[in-house]
Nanobody, 127 residues
Framework: QMQLVESGGGLVQPGGSLRLSCAAA???????????IGWFRQAPGKEREGVSC????????YYTDSVKGRFTISTDRVRNTVFLDMNSLKPEDTGVYYC?????????????????WGQGTQVTVSS
């Protein structure tokens, strides 16, 4: 079974930064064995939305417009970890952040394209 674990969430002031991490906690397969790894978030009262994704094979990345220039997705191939570096955080970035993996040939931010999901980590941007 695949189990993804996110970490790094917390409370931060507007303009601050956080680094989220995601790794496979219960699987013989590295998270980087998946075709695509994505980050999603869900704000209170809103639907889950795609934030960013990265294709494992070549490192191609994609970001939703609202985080472009502020967030960076990356991988550590030694530690088999995917990161989401969030800078210049805004209150509207608040939400539960989830990582997810797509085993099949999918690249994008559609929830339907991902096979496994983590439990989420809370990010709160507030003064």
């Amino acid at each position: 079974q695949m189990q993804l674990v996110e970490s790094g969430g917390g409370l931060v002031q507007p303009g601050g930064s956080l680094r989220l991490s995601c790794a496979a906690a219960r699987s013989a397969r590295s998270i980087l064995d998946y075709h695509t790894i994505g980050w999603f978030r869900q704000a209170p009262g809103k639907e889950r939305e795609g934030v960013s994704c990265i294709r494992s094979s070549d490192g191609r990345t994609y970001y939703t417009d609202s985080v472009k220039g502020r967030f960076t997705i990356s991988t550590d191939r030694v530690r088999n970890t995917v990161f989401l570096d969030m800078n210049s955080l805004k209150p509207e970035d608040t939400g539960v952040y989830y990582c997810a993996t797509a085993l099949s040939d999918y690249y994008g931010l559609g929830r339907w394209g991902y096979d496994y999901w983590g439990q989420g980590t809370q990010v709160t941007v507030s003064s």
